[in-house]
Nanobody, 126 residues
Framework: QVQLVESGGGLVQAGGSLRLSCAASGRAFSNCAMGWFRQGPGKERQLVAAISLSGVAAAYADSVKGRFTISRDNAKNTVYLQMNSLKPEDTAVYYC???????????????????WGQGTQVTVSS
């Protein structure tokens, strides 16, 4: 069992930065591939970024490439999402997700994840 708690969301002006954190409880974190997803009003939940259990491999949605960076610290049971050059269209609830794996890859689809946090709101004003 893995429990996830996101933090770091808030209100920021366009062009600004935020860093989201996702703290995981339980011993299984180092056996989990992790992902950040977001869901805007009236939209489906979509991938923002994903990272392998070792942190070596990562993937990003085209809309955030070059602006967002996903990273993890297995010693702290935490995954991060650094968000720079934020745009109003980045406004959404951001969710952290985890999936138990023994492989070295990342996962892109919500259905591939076993555990979810409650989400943190990110609002970017123009």
């Amino acid at each position: 069992q893995v429990q996830l708690v996101e933090s770091g969301g808030g209100l920021v002006q366009a062009g600004g930065s935020l860093r989201l954190s996702c703290a995981a409880s339980g011993r299984a974190f180092s056996n989990c591939a992790m992902g950040w997803f977001r869901q805007g009003p009236g939209k489906e939940r979509q991938l923002v970024a994903a990272i392998s259990l070792s942190g070596v491999a990562a993937a990003y949605a085209d809309s955030v490439k070059g602006r967002f960076t996903i990273s993890r610290d297995n010693a702290k049971n935490t995954v991060y999402l650094q968000m720079n050059s934020l745009k109003p269209e980045d406004t959404a609830v951001y969710y952290c997700a985890a999936t138990l794996t023994s492989g070295g890859t990342y996962y892109l689809e919500p259905v591939e994840y076993d555990y979810w946090g409650q989400g943190t709101q990110v609002t970017v004003s123009s």
